[in-house]
């Protein structure tokens, strides 16, 4: 099928008159390896999706599908058909968001009795956080490990845009990113928003075209 992308973020990219980007920096980045990638694609955003976390129940012990009834199947054989998957998620308080969470505890269903469903699969981890320790590319790639997925063919970290640029009061608001970074504002121009560093999008190009590489390979042999 080609190759999955995957954002976990709940925002959609949004540019204003300017071009400047609002939000949706994990979308942004995921479509932007899977566009450079020169493969076919899809891509899915978990916004929306009825994603329950794992319950615990232990019901998929006997043959590794999940008994829960939401979105989670039809995004879990997507992976399976995928020659690869560009996950993207976003750091909510130090952690990976809710949704990507879940998203990834529920592939706890797929590795029973060496059943290892995504094992070897290629993958690229993409995070909208750049800053200190990174606790969610570490949980991502302790859940790609523990499937036994392939090591990442690369690992992509952007600064994200705080909400607080766009909730209307972030000019003012003292308990936000922007009166952080900027001080109290009358009004939050274009030079007060977080960019995507121009050496982001080359080390995003470089990655897509060696996942394109690497596919083509997979697709060869």
Known sequence: MGILGISASGRNVERNEEGFLLKG???ELVKYILKNSGEQF????LKGKNIMGCQGCLKCAGD???VQNDDWAELRDKMFEADAVVFGAPNYYGAINAVGHAFLERTFSLRHRNGFALFGKANVIVIADADGPNHVEDYIQDIFRSN???PPIGILRSEGVAQC???GYGEKCTSGAVVDSHGLLDEIKNEHLPII????YKRAEIIAI???EIVRKM???
């Open 165 to 167: 640029y766009t909730c």
């Open 210 to 212: 060696r996942l394109g």
């Open 197 to 200: 560093d121009p050496d982001t």
């Open 25 to 27: 920096v994990t979308e």
């Open 42 to 45: 899809e891509y899915v955003s």
């Open 64 to 66: 590794n599908i999940c």
């Open 219 to 221: 697709n060869k042999s």
């Open 148 to 150: 036994y997925m392939a």
